[in-house]
């Protein structure tokens, strides 16, 4: 089995939002290597699918994901250094496929994200966490690292609040999550579904084109800090570029003739 439920709107306001379901909600979306390979799969397929304009990420049941399953842990405890590394790699790949798509990712955290849950939280571009979500670093609690997820975690969280949550592993309430960057809104349970369709209807007004190059921007500009003059040649090449793009083009003419842009 995939582990995963998919869900594309194709009418209606959510037209073009994809979700994707974490559905092993018996062991609290846990990963395993399968569901690994299957999601990462299927991030890497959603990058080329026109059809999806906006992703959603969540789980079923009352945990978003609960990290490593505890059957791969037993299976994994007796691998040689070469098996845990390429192991890890696949895990990688996960984390890269969702962080690196293109188009937006909506993460809704209905509950749970401990440990690897925590990495895909990071992953997502925009976060929604239930009022009764839970995260936690936990992984020093079992002896172990949060080695793969930390440049997601780091990006998102910073450096002095990972030294804290890293290093003690304990659990957070969605409050603290939202006042260290982790998730960018707390909804209350009975506005929450309505809080994820709002922002999945805002990142689909905006010109499709742009978004992903705005995606892209950052990425770039972070790859280039502490060189002023490559950072100044790309962003200034990045801006001439979108200018006279198709995009650009209607965008300035929109706001010049007083409508609304017809994007494409």
Request: with cysteine; charged share 25%.
């Amino acid at each position: 089995m995939s582990g995963y439920i998919k869900e594309l709107k194709t009418s209606g306001e959510e037209a073009g939002v994809c979700y994707i379901t974490l559905n092993r909600p018996e062991v609290h979306n846990a990963f395993n290597d399968e569901m690994i390979a299957a999601l990462t799969e299927e991030f890497l397929g959603l990058e080329s699918d026109d059809s999806v304009r906006v992703v959603v990420l969540t789980g079923e049941g009352k945990s978003f994901c609960a990290g490593a399953d505890l059957n791969w842990m037993k299976r994994m405890k007796d691998y040689s250094m070469e098996e845990n590394i390429a192991d890890s790699k696949k895990l990688a790949g996960l984390f890269h496929a969702i962080n690196n798509l293109s188009k937006p990712v909506i993460g809704k955290v209905n509950g749970a994200a401990l440990g690897g849950g925590v990495g895909l939280v990071a992953c997502c571009d925009f976060v929604i966490a239930s009022e009764s979500a839970k995260f936690g670093l936990t992984e020093v609690n079992l002896g172990l690292v949060p080695a793969v997820i930390t440049p997601f975690v780091i990006a998102k969280i910073g450096e002095s609040n990972a030294r804290h949550l890293f290093l003690t592993g304990e659990r957070f309430d969605g409050k603290r999550a939202l006042e260290i960057g982790l998730v960018h809104q707390v909804s209350l349970d009975r506005y929450y579904d309505a809080d994820i369709v709002h922002m999945a209807k805002q990142l689909i007004k905006v010109a499709p084109k742009a978004q992903r190059e705005a995606k892209k921007l950052i990425f770039g500009v972070k790859e280039r800090l502490g060189n002023t003059e490559e950072v100044t040649d790309y962003t200034c090449n990045v801006i001439a570029k979108q200018r006279i793009s198709d995009e650009g083009q209607e965008g300035m003419s929109a706001l010049l003739e007083k409508r609304k842009p017809n994007w494409k």
